[in-house]
């Protein structure tokens, strides 16, 4: 075999053995889900040794307060999102050849999940080219900014199917990839909800609540 065939193949095989050094494994531990529903808003008190994740139909469940873990923490579910996974999980450490464990402390247990009233406030945007054109084979993204009083949840309404992702004050709609070039209508909302002082009583938005969605940007791809 020649010299450049085998540098080649070395190339490769440095290659493979990087990507698996650096796609660790991880290990997770579940937490069993009690019964509880949907249509209503709800509070999840979770224990747990390391970071819980509370997971939903559209995302996360947003964190109620500073917490440090080990410890107990509560979690808001918006009013008709199904609760779909609480649990822990890290990285492993170590050899690739080690089996993937969770360490011996690694606990997490739904405490409660019970109904409460929330106020809700929300906003709506659209980007300002209406309909939005995509373009063959072309990935099309685009940016969603928002400035809001608490931590905001972003939905999108669209013509074909799009995805949110991100967190906090920064969002992104994927529209996708298209064969030829497709005309869509679609629109984004931003909602804040938080209890109710009296999680038994319906209120209005404190003083100083809002949120605005502020830009709307495309992405190169």
């Known amino acids: 075999m020649k010299l450049r065939a085998w540098l080649d193949r070395g190339v490769i095989i440095i290659a493979a053995l990087a990507t698996m050094a650096t796609s660790r494994k991880s290990w997770v531990v579940e937490a069993t889900l009690p ?4 249509t209503k808003a709800r509070i999840v008190v979770v224990e747990a040794s390391y970071v819980p994740e509370v997971s939903t139909a559209d995302g996360r469940a947003t964190p109620l307060g500073p917490t440090s873990w080990p410890g107990t ?4 579910v918006r009013s ?3 609760i779909t996974q609480v649990y822990v999980s890290e990285k492993c450490n170590g050899s690739m050849c ?3 464990e969770a360490p011996r402390d690694a606990k997490v247990r739904v405490v409660s999940i019970d109904p409460v009233e929330t106020w809700t406030l929300s906003a709506t945007r659209a ?5 939005t054109q995509l373009e063959a084979n ?3 993204r ?8 608490h931590p905001a949840h972003l939905t999108v309404k669209s013509s074909r199917d799009a995805y949110v992702s991100g967190w906090g004050a920064e969002f992104y709609v994927d529209l996708g990839i298209v064969d030829v070039p497709t005309s869509v209508t679609w629109s984004v909302t931003a909602t ?14 404190p003083a100083g609540a809002h949120v605005n969605i502020t830009s709307i940007a495309r992405e190169v791809q």
């Open 142 to 149: 685009y940016r969603i900014a928002v400035d809001s009083s």
């Open 192 to 205: 804040i909800e938080e209890p109710c002082e009296d999680l038994t009583k319906s209120c209005a938005q």
């Open 73 to 76: 923490g509560r979690f808001l």
């Open 98 to 100: 080690k089996k993937c």
């Open 35 to 38: 019964p509880n529903d949907a």
């Open 80 to 82: 008709g999102v199904a």
């Open 138 to 140: 072309k990935w099309t």
């Open 127 to 131: 980007p300002d080219q209406q309909p």
